[in-house]
């Protein structure tokens, strides 16, 4: 059963930070240099199909790979170990991932319709760091850390 949560938060991390990707690297700086918010707008409109089932996937097999490594969730927030304080990292990078999401969601899409894609693009490149983050503390469980 483990090897098949992994696989699914495997794929999951590999559309959601794949996707954010693009979007940092190919559209984000197309839709600048055109001054085009419907570029950016139609990227996340096709994206948020795959991406947010995908988000859903890795949160809820993150739950349950912490709970396969780490069975007690009081010891999640512990910092007692390398896997808790792995786990406390996940958890903080989903609650900025969560934050910067409905900040861009509430506050700068209905903006984005009127105004220059630039104010979103600080948005796009912290939410692609935050899920290359997620990736190399995900890897960091396998081999034993970075920190």
């Known amino acids: 059963m483990y090897s ?7 794929l999951g991390a590999t ?4 996707g954010h990707i693009v979007l940092s690297c190919v559209i984000l700086p197309q839709a600048i240099r055109e001054q085009s918010p ?10 948020e199909k795959l991406g947010i089932p995908a988000l859903v996937i890795q ?3 993150g739950f349950g790979l912490a709970y396969f490594l780490l069975p007690d969730p009081a010891g999640w927030f512990s910092g007692g170990n390398v896997v808790s304080r792995l786990i406390l990292i996940k958890l903080g990078l989903l609650v900025l991932t969560i934050i910067f999401a409905l900040d861009a969601r509430i506050r700068l899409f209905p903006k984005l319709k009127q105004g220059h894609p630039v104010t979103l693009a600080y948005h796009i490149i912290l939410v692609t760091v935050l899920s290359v983050l997620f990736v ?6 396998r081999t034993g850390g970075y920190f």
């Open 4 to 10: 098949l949560i992994l696989l699914l938060h495997i």
């Open 15 to 18: 559309i959601w930070t794949g």
């Open 38 to 47: 419907a570029r950016l707008m139609s990227f996340e409109t096709g994206f």
């Open 59 to 61: 949160i809820l097999t």
């Open 136 to 141: 190399v503390t995900g890897v960091a469980f």
